[in-house]
């Protein structure tokens, strides 16, 4: 199975700042990723799919890149609705499987 | 509107056994494979199973496979997934997805959950 480790476990930060989390995966999965938002107490959000597309309806603020292993989420300029945990998922080969996700919280 | 609501979450005993649906609509339901994804408490997403639009081919988690069976109704548009021989480890909120596109490799749209519990 391809392990997904996410980086960091959780951060801080204020709104207006840009972040950036990291995916990096056990083998390569070509462009197979995608990240999803999760908030507590409901389902989770496709935000980027195959690496770096924009799910529609995603604001702009959201960006991702990588290829084979290693894979980056930023968003710039964090807005309110923006703090929750976000998880990476490969998409290469069954089984899929996700990251543990990165929490960020308010600063 | 897409929407996706599971239903069939219940507290159950060990080995005991249960059955979730996951009524679709709002798109070509026929033409999406759709999956099961789960959260225990306080934890990460699991993918659970993937289905194909035609329901010929069917995918799983090793946790799960030789007791968990996905199936699909297009008729009525309709997943389920048929759990058997439950473990403490399956608790779980129990997510229905849309995929993406026909080889449902991202998930779209999310029902809301349905939790399972097995205890006893």
């Known amino acids: 199975d391809i392990r997904l480790t996410q980086s960091p476990p959780s951060l801080s930060a204020s709104v207006g700042d840009s972040v950036t989390l990291t995916c990096r995966a056990s083998?390569?999965?070509?462009?197979?990723l995608a990240w999803y938002q999760q908030k507590p107490g409901t389902a989770p959000k496709l935000l980027i799919y195959?690496?770096?597309y924009l799910q529609g309806g995603v604001p702009s603020r959201f960006s991702g890149s990588g290829s084979e292993t290693d894979f980056s989420l930023t968003i710039t300029g964090l807005q309110p609705e923006d703090f929750a945990t976000y998880y990476c998922?490969?998409?290469?080969?069954?089984?899929?499987?996700f990251g543990q996700g990165t929490k960020v919280e308010m600063k | 509107e897409v929407q996706v609501l599971e239903s069939g979450g219940d507290l159950v005993q060990p080995g005991g056994s249960l059955r979730l649906s996951c009524a679709a609509s709002?798109?070509?339901?026929?033409?999406?494979?759709m999956a099961w994804v789960r959260q225990a408490p306080g934890q990460g997403l699991e993918w659970v199973s993937t289905?194909?639009?035609?329901?010929?081919?069917?995918f799983y988690a090793d946790s799960v496979r030789g007791r968990f069976t996905v199936s699909r109704d297009n008729s009525k548009n309709t997943v389920y997934l048929e759990m058997s021989s439950l473990r403490a480890e399956d608790t779980a909120v129990y997510f229905c997805?849309?995929?993406?596109?026909?080889?449902?490799?991202?998930?779209?749209?999310w029902g809301q959950g349905t939790l399972v519990t097995v205890s006893s």
């Open positions: 709002g798109f070509s339901f026929r033409t999406y494979a």
């Open positions: 997805a849309k995929g993406r596109d026909y080889g449902g490799y991202y998930f779209d749209s």
């Open positions: 195959a690496a770096s």
């Open positions: 083998q390569g999965v070509s462009g197979w």
């Open positions: 289905i194909s639009g035609t329901g010929e081919t069917t």
């Open positions: 998922q490969q998409a290469n080969s069954f089984p899929y499987t």
